[in-house]
């Protein structure tokens, strides 16, 4: 594992939320690696800094110091178009499915691709329609919002997240709104899916059930990582 | 270019998606504009049919070239000048006749019922009628018998009775400055804001009822030019040779000034504006509520959009596509019942109500442009959609 390049380097990395007097600081000297092909699961308690930790890496929002590497590239004073370029690069599965109300499950894929204006739209939908097959929606496809189930809805957001072939992808929660069965189901598919497309995984989660697919998992408390356990090396 | 029409093509139509998914705001926001669009033709088509009755005079007459007062502001303010420039104007090669015509606002006695009413008196040449209508050309003899004028029947007040005896062949009389007169005859003009109703008659019958009006003051000036010499040309000369008091205008000016004149120096332009202005504000204002209710109810989906690498443009992009749709969907709808509602018009008032192609695209425009900025208002509720914080 070390003799391959990190996809994630964060070093030294703090946050802080506010201005003047309220200026709080959430994320404490923050030193990550993740190396491509790791699903690496963070846990800790609500309000440690998780999802804040998970947007600065993917770029959703302005690292302000230390580090912050993404495939080489650094994030930490990166201008907004460096962020949207960023972002590009990544699949972000909320714990909401946020899937666009007025779009079928199709043509919500199909924003996944559509973002990077390279494909035709008959190639765009039929990237899309076979990823939707193989998170089992095959059926589901013209199928809006509203008439899926919890977990239709999330696997179609897995669909559109991975869609492009993503190099890596975070998911913050992304079972907690899900019964059991499907959660576990959820989390399965990803972990296929990243295998097949040989992409990175970071994932947030208080679900202790899902733990075994992790290759190691990272504890975030009060803004600052505990542990950074191996749970089994990479295949 | 070619990127850009790709990236159109490939593009996902979501603003149209978005509201064909909520049909019922859809039939909102179409009926929003198309009412705003009605209200703004209606104040157009009236103002324009009031604007255009007022010019029927103007329309007839027959001159190339029209000389008046410089202070004057419009056929019932026109003023007068002195005739000699009529005779100046004669030096000009080019030029055929130049004929004098004599206005006049005054009260008469209302034949009917003996009421005093103000009318507009019109003397000219008999010999060579300042009005292209069959029914004065055909009365020239009449107005050279003294005391005799012709009559407005489309005129603005109680005259049927009048009129109807008029067309009988009965003698009809009424009294200007004390003076009767008799009806000899009639033509159909039209009101209009300078006056109520219009009587025509000889120059000498004009002088012989004004006993103050002097000979040499007119009022304007009716040019011809010879054919086959160049308007501009001679226009020119006239404006360089006759002195500052009076200024020259074509027919085509005289009908614009006109028009100009009342709707913009007169409440009635204002009104009818005002009106329109309404119209334009309500539909801004509608539209702004569609959109940015639409935009608040997306928030989640754009800043998800935003997550996946989607530019602040792009979603600008779908707030104006959606705006130029309603602005598209409300305005044909608006415009059908807009001819429709003219028609009728038309009818209760005999003002004529007519959709031109010109007011349908300036409108069209008009609702793009108010649906642009509505749309540019709810764009700042975009901001919203920050990716970082709304999860
Ligand atoms: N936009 C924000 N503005 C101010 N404080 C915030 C903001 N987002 C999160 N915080 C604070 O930062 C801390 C970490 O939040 P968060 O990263 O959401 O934790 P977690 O995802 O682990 O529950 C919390 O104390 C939270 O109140
Ligand atoms: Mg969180």
Known sequence: ?235 | MKKLFTALTHRTPLGWLQLKHDLTRLLTAMSGIAFADILIFMQFGFLNALLSSNTLLHENLQADIVIMNTQALNWGELSTFPRRRLYQALDIPGIESADVLYVNSVQWKNPQTQQKTSVMVIGMNPDRSAFALPEITQKLNEIKLPDTVLFDRAARGEYEEAIAKTELGETVTAEIERRTVSIGGLFSMGASFAADAVIITSDQNFLRLMPKRQPGTVSLGLLKIEPGSDPVQVRAMLDAHLPDDVKTLTIEEFINNEKTYWATNRPIGVVFGFGAAIGFVVGVVIVYQILSTDVNAHIAEYATFKAMGYRNSYLLGVVFEEAIILAALGFFPGLGISIGLYALAQKATALPMLMTTTRAIGVLILTIVMCGISGAIATRRLQAADPADIF
């Open chain 1, 1 to 235: 594992m070390m003799n391959k390049t990190p996809v994630i380097a964060v070093e030294n990395l703090d946050h802080y939320f506010g201005q003047g007097q309220l200026r709080k600081q959430v994320l404490f000297g923050i030193n990550l690696e993740i190396y491509a092909g790791e699903i690496v699961i963070m846990m800790g308690p609500s309000g440690s800094g998780k999802t804040t930790l998970l947007t600065l890496v993917s770029g959703l929002r302005s690292a302000q110091s230390g580090s912050l590497k993404m495939l080489g590239s650094e994030l930490c004073g990166a201008s907004q178009e460096q962020l949207v370029q960023a972002r590009r690069h990544n699949g972000y599965i909320f714990q909401a499915h946020n899937l666009h109300q007025s779009l079928s499950a199709l043509q919500n894929v199909q924003m996944g691709l559509e973002v990077h204006g390279t494909l035709t739209r008959s190639q765009m939908r039929q990237k899309a329609t076979s990823i939707l097959e193989e998170v089992g929606l095959g059926e589901y496809i013209e199928k809006y919002p509203d008439n899926l189930s919890g977990g239709q809805k999330q696997r179609v957001a897995i669909a559109r997240a991975l869609v492009a072939h993503p190099a890596i992808v975070l998911a913050d929660e992304p079972t907690a709104a899900l019964d059991s069965k499907s959660g576990r189901d959820v989390v399965t598919l990803m972990q296929k899916l990243a295998r097949e497309q040989g992409c990175t995984i970071l994932l947030v989660t208080h679900d202790n059930r899902i733990l075994d697919v992790a290759d190691r998992i990272v504890k975030m408390e009060d803004g600052r990582l505990t542990a950074n356990s191996t749970v089994n090396a990479v295949a």
